[in-house]
């Protein structure tokens, strides 16, 4: 009996102390991310050279191959972050034939341990919310209640201006349209 007893104990050890780990992965996460985003603006700090809306060649021109790791494929861009410890990469997917980025996501370094399984959520999501709420206040952040596509939508003036899910963080619209959107709220 006094075994059974031991190993339900260490159980209950087990679950608080991955309960402590996850919340203080949040809190570095939270720390880590800590003035990434200006208000009303939803380009992370160093790199926010290229935005929703601008020419897909910008992308090239703005990152050096010689410092970053550019991945080119027919309809979006790559470009990894070997020193920014918030993002470890960008993808910058054009709108259509028309050339110009139409949706940019930034991926977190997330790692999952199960590739089978769908991620919930993640400390560094939850470290990056903290950011959005700050630099969006007044935004509309629901939580999706999506199985196959968890995260939350952050809205402005009706509209879904961006994502924030385990591992990564999408922008939707363009500059212009988030700062009017922000102002209209304001």
Do not use: W
């Amino acid at each position: 009996m006094r075994q059974g007893i031991e190993i339900s104990e260490i159980k209950v050890k087990l679950e608080k102390a991955t309960e402590q780990l996850t919340n203080s992965e949040t809190k570095i996460s939270a720390l880590i991310a800590s003035g990434t985003l200006k208000e009303c603006d939803p380009y992370p700090l160093g790199i926010d050279l290229v935005k929703v809306g601008d020419p897909m060649s910008k992308v090239i021109e703005t990152y050096n191959e010689n410092e970053y790791e550019i991945e080119k494929t027919r309809g979006y861009f790559s470009v990894a972050f070997p020193n920014n410890k918030a993002f470890r990469s960008a993808s910058y997917i054009t709108a259509g034939q028309s050339g110009v980025v139409g949706v940019l996501i930034f991926y977190s370094g997330v790692k999952h341990l199960d590739p089978k399984e769908t991620l919930k959520s993640s400390p560094q999501q939850e470290g990056f919310l903290v950011q959005v709420r700050n630099a969006f206040p007044k935004a509309k952040v629901s939580l999706r209640n999506d199985q196959d596509d968890p995260g939350y939508d952050v809205e402005l003036d009706g509209k879904i201006i961006m994502e924030v899910n385990p591992n990564s963080y999408v922008i939707r619209r363009n500059q212009t349209e988030i700062r009017q959107a922000c102002n209209k709220i304001r």
